[in-house]
């Protein structure tokens, strides 16, 4: 019986980001590799952090990491994990600023997106 996980994570191609981690805040890694989650990895995430706002945004950031080093995290290891705890207050909030920014419209595609609505009187 495999991991529960191994379905949210398939071998299916994804669009990677690659950020290199300064090198004055480098305990670990020194390139992370992030990608977008589906909507099941971020209910995924939701529940793991126990619907706190927070805690959901940290694993939602930690399940975003496919590559550390150009390697992909293996999640039965414990490789990510070590990594996520040895990592300093500061690279921590750059990740999670860099899923914010993967997983979050830019300011024009908002603004097209709320200049777009129509009002009207509807049965429904």
């Not at 669009?15 to 989650?37: D, Q």
Request: proline residues 4%.
């Amino acid at each position: 019986m495999g991991n529960p996980l191994d379905s949210l994570f398939e071998k299916t191609p994804k669009t990677v980001h690659t950020y290199t981690i300064p090198e004055s805040l480098r305990n670990g890694a020194a390139k992370v590799g992030m990608c977008e989650l589906t909507a099941d990895q971020e209910l995924q995430a939701s529940r793991t952090g126990r619907f706190d706002l927070l805690k959901a945004q940290y694993e939602a950031t930690k399940l975003s990491i496919v590559l550390l080093d150009g390697k992909v995290v293996n999640r039965a290891e414990i490789e990510l994990d070590r990594f996520w705890e040895h990592a300093s207050p500061r690279v921590r909030s750059l990740l999670l600023q860099a899923y914010n920014r993967l997983s979050s419209p830019s300011a024009e595609e908002t603004e097209d997106f709320f200049d777009s609505v129509v009002t009207e009187l509807a049965k429904v």
